[in-house]
C-alpha cells in the first residue's frame, strides 16, 4: 500500500536539511498525534529495558528475519554480527555500572555487552555479538536539534509509520519491512494487529513542533531495537 504523504525524499533538494525538516513537520501533522488503545495492543510504544537478560537465546530463524530487514544506523545492522572493526571498537569502548554515564534504562545484563561507538550506543549479544539494540542519546538538545536528529533518521527510515503527542516519532517494521502510515492507519479501522518484528523510535522531552519552543531543552533519544529478539532475551 502506497503512502499518500505531504514527505517524499525525492522531492527534497540535495544537502538541504531545513527543507527535509520542514517536509517532515508537515508530514508529521498528518499522522494521528495520539497513540491510540490499538497502538498499546501492538506493543510498539518502546522498550522497557530494565530487566536483566534470561539464558534464553534468539532462535536462529528470528535473528535472520531481524537482519533480512536491514535495519541499522551508521555500519551497525540490527540481528546482524559485528565485522572485526565493530568488535575492535567493542572492545575499546566497552561500557560497565562504573562507566556509563547515560540515564537511558537499556539492558546489558547477561548474555549481552554495551558499547559505545562515539556518540552511538550498541548492545550486542555476548554468544554471537550480534546486535540487539542501537541507541543514542541526547540530555539537553534544544527544539531545533530534535528537529535536525529526526530529519536524520527521515533520511535512512523515510517516512515514519505514526507519531504521538508531538513527542514521539516512530517508525514500525513487519515481515516485508517498514508499514507506512497508511497501512497502520487501515489495519488500526478494521481492528487487526499488524507483526511487528522491529521499530525505530524517537522519543522528546520538549515538543517537536509546538511554536514558542526554541529556547527551551530537554532529553531526546532514539532507540532502534526489535521486539522480537527483546521478548526471548526477555529484555523488553
Known amino acids: 500500500m502506497k503512502t499518500n504523504s505531504k514527505f517524499n525524499n525525492s522531492e527534497l533538494p540535495r544537502n538541504c536539511n531545513e527543507c527535509l525538516i520542514r517536509y517532515l513537520l508537515s508530514f508529521i501533522l498528518t499522522l494521528n498525534l495520539t497513540v491510540s488503545a490499538y497502538a498499546d495492543k501492538s506493543n510498539i510504544l518502546g522498550t522497557n529495558a530494565t530487566r536483566t537478560a534470561s539464558k534464553t537465546y534468539p532462535k536462529a530463524e528470528s535473528l535472520k528475519k531481524v537482519e533480512s530487514l536491514k535495519i541499522g544506523w551508521l555500519g551497525y545492522i540490527l540481528g546482524r554480527e559485528l565485522n572485526s572493526s565493530q568488535k575492535d571498537t567493542a572492545r575499546k569502548n566497552k561500557i560497565t555500572s562504573s562507566t556509563s554515564k547515560d540515564s537511558t534504562a537499556t539492558p546489558s545484563g547477561a548474555g549481552t555487552y554495551k558499547f559505545r561507538d562515539k556518540d552511538l550506543n550498541i548492545v550486542a549479544d555476548s554468544k554471537t555479538d550480534r546486535v540487539l539494540i542501537i541507541f543514542q542519546n541526547v540530555e539537553r538538545a534544544s527544539q531545533q536539534q530534535v528537529r535536525n536528529m529526526i530529519g536524520s533518521l527521515v533520511t535512512v527510515f523515510h517516512d515514519p509509520t505514526l507519531s504521538a503527542h508531538d513527542k514521539v516519532v516512530y517508525w514500525v517494521y513487519g515481515d516485508r519491512g517498514k508499514y507506512s ?19 525505530v523510535k524517537l522519543q522528546s522531552e520538549i515538543p517537536i513542533m509546538e511554536k514558542d519552543q526554541e529556547k527551551t531543552s530537554g532529553r531526546v533519544y532514539y532507540i532502534i531495537s526489535s521486539e522480537l529478539l527483546l521478548k526471548q532475551l526477555n529484555l523488553e
Open 181 to 199: 502510515s497508511a497501512q497502520f492507519e487501515d489495519a488500526k479501522t478494521r481492528q487487526e494487529t499488524l507483526s511487528i518484528i522491529a521499530t
